[in-house]
């Protein structure tokens, strides 16, 4: 299974997803947990070029560029490899995060994020994607009071994380399939049961007992 973790900053994605890998391993599952951009030596190189702050102006190509070519790196040396010995892999964002911010927040036409994705991804996709969906500020209001410093997305305004939320909710509602969109307002142990709910359908699923 490849499960991605998806949503605007401090909606609880990475939290969440160590809370699954750990049910996941209680019940015997190997599980691989990784993230995007990053989760290989030279993609997370290509992380701290994209996050960093800088005085030049990133142009949306150089960014969506990057982005995929992390991606392009990631799947070809650590989730494939890993899927292909039976592990599970969570991971926190995937190319959804790229139609989200590049397509919804920076404006890159969704056509050429497409072209990019079937050179990069082929026909591979997540077989399921989970939508920790908040209002803007509150998921911003996390991030402040974890107060560890605000990356280059981070020092956005509020109108693109609206528009990348916006981005989200609209992929999510044309494939109920692959996504689930969870309240992420909700406390903690409330996103965990609504968390625990979606794990026990994809085990029944699959056919884990
Ligand atoms: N990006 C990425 C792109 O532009 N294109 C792409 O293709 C890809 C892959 C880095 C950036 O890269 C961009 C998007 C991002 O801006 P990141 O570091 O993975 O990506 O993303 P962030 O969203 O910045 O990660 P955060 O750590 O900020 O957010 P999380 O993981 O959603 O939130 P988390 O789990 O750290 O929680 C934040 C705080 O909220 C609390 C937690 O305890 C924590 O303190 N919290 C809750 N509190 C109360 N109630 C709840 N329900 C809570 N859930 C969490």
């Given at each position: 299974m490849f499960i991605t973790f998806e949503g605007i900053e401090g909606v609880g994605k990475t939290t969440h997803l160590k809370w699954m890998a750990t049910a996941l391993t209680d019940v015997g599952i190997p599980v691989?947990?990784?993230r995007e951009p990053g989760g290989t030596p030279m993609g997370e190189e290509i992380r701290d070029i994209l996050l960093v702050h800088r005085h030049e102006r990133v142009a949306p190509l150089t960014e969506l560029l990057l982005m995929f070519a992390a991606r392009a790196q990631h799947v070809d040396t650590v989730i494939r490899p890993a899927l292909a010995a039976d592990r599970?892999?969570?991971?926190?964002?995937?190319?959804?995060?790229?139609?989200?911010?590049?397509?919804?927040?920076?404006?890159?036409?969704?056509?050429?994020?497409?072209?990019?994705?079937?050179?990069?991804?082929?026909?591979?996709?997540?077989?399921?994607?989970?939508?920790?969906?908040?209002?803007?500020?509150?998921?911003?209001q996390r991030v402040k009071e974890r107060n560890n410093g605000h990356d280059r997305f981070e020092q956005e305004k509020m109108d693109f994380f609206e528009r990348v939320r916006m981005e989200y909710l609209r992929i999510a509602r044309l494939d109920p399939e692959r996504y689930e969109i969870i309240d992420a307002t909700k406390p903690l142990v409330e996103v965990q049961?609504?968390?625990?709910?979606?794990?026990?359908?994809?085990?029944e699923k699959h056919g884990v007992h």
């Open positions: 691989l947990v990784t599970w892999v969570l991971c926190d964002r995937f190319v959804d995060a790229t139609y989200a911010y590049q397509g919804g927040g920076r404006g890159v036409p969704e056509g050429l994020i497409r072209e990019l994705e079937s050179l990069v991804l082929g026909s591979f996709r997540p077989d399921h994607t989970i939508l920790f969906d908040t209002p803007v500020e509150i998921g911003l049961q609504s968390l625990s709910r979606i794990m026990t359908e994809i085990l």
